[in-house]
């Protein structure tokens, strides 16, 4: 099979659509791309923690990113604040960080084996403010770390609106009938309503969970993965006090049947209860969920009831389509990574169709490169709960006693008897989180390594960058006032109020 590529027709018009969207627009200019969605469009309306790769399409694409955070009520986001997870009263702190470039042995790895050469002097608790300059200026003090402020909370909604005003090259189709006809395996064409038909090279099923495109085509087989928490009840919650509220982070607030994420944007917080079915109700959730941010303030608030209990798919691009976002599936909103798989997903494929062609060996390569991500983004959700300490309810006893796959349990193990490093990740396309972001969770979890043996010269490395982390200033700025002129692995450059 050889199909050259000249069109492709994304179908859904969620964040997954326009990202992608984006994505194939800035790295294949040379395509035609349409963006086919129905007249009574409905897409979910969460995923507002993003990762740093969003702010980076968005500048490759050309985009002001000040203009972007007006437009889309968006705030900085320096990483994740845990809280509870680990034993009630704790935290711990996961920012952004492009300290894994490092080296194999960075500052973190250097505090990690100091605890275990004196714990009487270092500990585990003081990880994070030795390690990350962040955690002061963040959590400490509320304010921007621009060495961590690398990616955005942005409103949902408003980031599709945005992408459709400024994609003009991209035709938007509309209409009241959108339906994908399946032949032979393939799709033929998307009918559209007054007998319009849109036809294209390769098709993007960007339908979310109802999955339009790949249903007609193939008897998808799922990713085996039992999933920690499957619903969520999620409201805009009104700012109450913004000077404490609108810190530059995410925070993930652990209870006993769940977590609640608050993701502070300009003008409310996008908030959220997770569960799992099994272990509380609905009503529980949604009285959870208003006690958490007070009566009072909840009282006119509305709140939606999802459910994601969805099945990810092994094989997301089969014949001529490639299912991406939501319907190519889902793990859960815990460290942000709906809207990092999607644009993963479209940085690959761009990749692929960087020759404007595909063949027979395409799908199976591009599927087995997804699934490795997927297993990262798994693994490393998965750690949050397997760890902890807490057994305090049915729903904590039951996620630190249940069986975890394989895969997992291997890796522990692995990082035990070697700090995760860059010998013992697989630093491929397949990788979702460096090896510093694992030591942050470990950490919060007081996780248990083996003393290793370090290189001379690596170890004064890692001991000096320590004692530049000591002694840097502690800049900050107040997540309010500032937005970002330009973001990059190396940091954010912030001006102006707005
Ligand atoms: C509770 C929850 C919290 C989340 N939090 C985060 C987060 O903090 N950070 C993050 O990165 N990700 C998060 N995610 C994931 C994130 O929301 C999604 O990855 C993202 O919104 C992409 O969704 P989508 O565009 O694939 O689907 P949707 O938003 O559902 O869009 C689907 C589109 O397809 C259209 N459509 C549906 N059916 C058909 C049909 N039959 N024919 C044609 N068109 C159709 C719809 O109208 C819509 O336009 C979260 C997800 C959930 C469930």
Redesign the pocket.
């Given at each position: 099979m050889f199909q050259p590529v000249k069109s492709v027709a994304i179908?859904?018009?969620?964040?997954?659509?326009w990202l992608t969207a984006l994505v194939l627009a800035t790295y294949c200019p040379f395509l035609k791309i349409a963006l086919?969605?129905?007249r009574?469009?409905?897409?979910?309306?969460?995923?507002?923690?993003?990762?740093p790769d969003l702010p980076l399409r968005l500048q490759a694409a050309g985009v002001d990113l000040g203009d972007f955070c007006v437009a889309c009520d968006a705030t900085i986001k320096c990483g994740i604040f845990y809280r509870d997870w680990n034993v009630v009263g704790d935290h711990y702190w996961h920012p952004f960080t492009t300290m894994a470039d490092t080296g194999s042995y960075t500052a973190a790895h250097h505090y990690q084996q100091m605890i275990l050469e004196d714990p009487r002097r270092y500990s585990h608790a003081d990880y994070y403010a030795r390690v990350h300059t962040s955690y002061e200026t963040c959590v400490k003090r509320n304010l921007i770390a621009p060495e961590a402020a690398l990616a955005l909370h942005v409103d949902?909604v408003k980031l599709a609106r945005y992408l459709e005003r400024f994609l003009t090259k991209v035709e938007l189709i509309e209409a009241d009938h959108?339906?994908?006809v399946g032949v032979d395996g393939k799709i033929a064409g998307i009918e559209l309503d007054g007998g319009r038909r849109a036809a294209a090279d390769l098709y993007v099923d960007?339908?979310?969970?109802?999955r339009?495109l790949l249903g007609k085509i193939a008897q998808p087989t799922p990713l085996v993965y039992e999933a920690n928490v499957n619903r969520?009840v999620?409201a805009n919650v009104p700012y109450a006090e913004p000077a404490s509220e609108m810190h530059p982070y995410?925070r993930a607030h652990a209870h006993e049947h769940g977590w609640t994420?608050a993701?502070p944007l300009r003008s409310r917080i996008g908030s959220?209860y997770?569960y799992h079915a099994d272990f509380c109700s609905p009503e529980q959730a949604e009285r959870n969920f208003r006690a958490y941010w007070g009566h009072e303030r909840m009282r006119d608030v509305p709140v939606r009831h999802?459910s994601?209990e969805r099945d990810t798919l092994r094989e997301p691009w089969v014949g001529n389509v490639v299912a991406?976002?939501?319907?190519a599936g889902?793990v859960?909103?815990l460290e942000?990574?709906?809207?990092?798989?999607?644009i993963s997903s479209a940085d690959l494929l761009a990749r692929f169709l960087g020759p404007q062609y595909y063949d027979e060996d395409s799908p199976a390569k591009y599927n087995a490169l997804m699934r490795g991500y997927i297993h990262d983004v798994q693994d490393f959700v998965d750690a949050h709960y397997l760890l902890s300490a807490r057994r305090d309810s049915d729903f904590w006893r039951y996620q630190t006693s249940r069986p975890y796959p394989e895969r997992l349990m291997h890796r522990l193990e692995v990082y035990s008897a070697e700090m995760p490093n860059d010998r013992n990740r697989v630093k491929s396309f397949a990788w979702a989180f460096n090896e510093v972001s694992w030591l942050d969770i470990l950490n919060g979890y007081g996780f248990e390594y083996r003393k290793i043996a370090v290189p001379p010269e690596q170890r004064a490395r890692a001991e000096q960058a320590l004692e530049q982390a000591a002694a840097a200033p502690r800049k900050g700025v107040d997540p309010r006032t500032f937005m970002p002129v330009a973001m990059s692995g190396q940091g954010t450059r912030l001006s102006g109020s707005v």
């Open positions: 179908v859904g018009a969620g964040s997954a659509g086919i969605r129905p009574d469009n409905n897409p979910i309306g969460v995923g507002e923690s993003t990762q949902a959108v339906e994908a960007c339908t979310g969970f109802a339009a969520a999620a995410t994420w993701i959220g997770v999802i994601f991406i976002g939501l319907a889902f859960e909103p942000a990574t709906g809207l990092n798989w999607t």
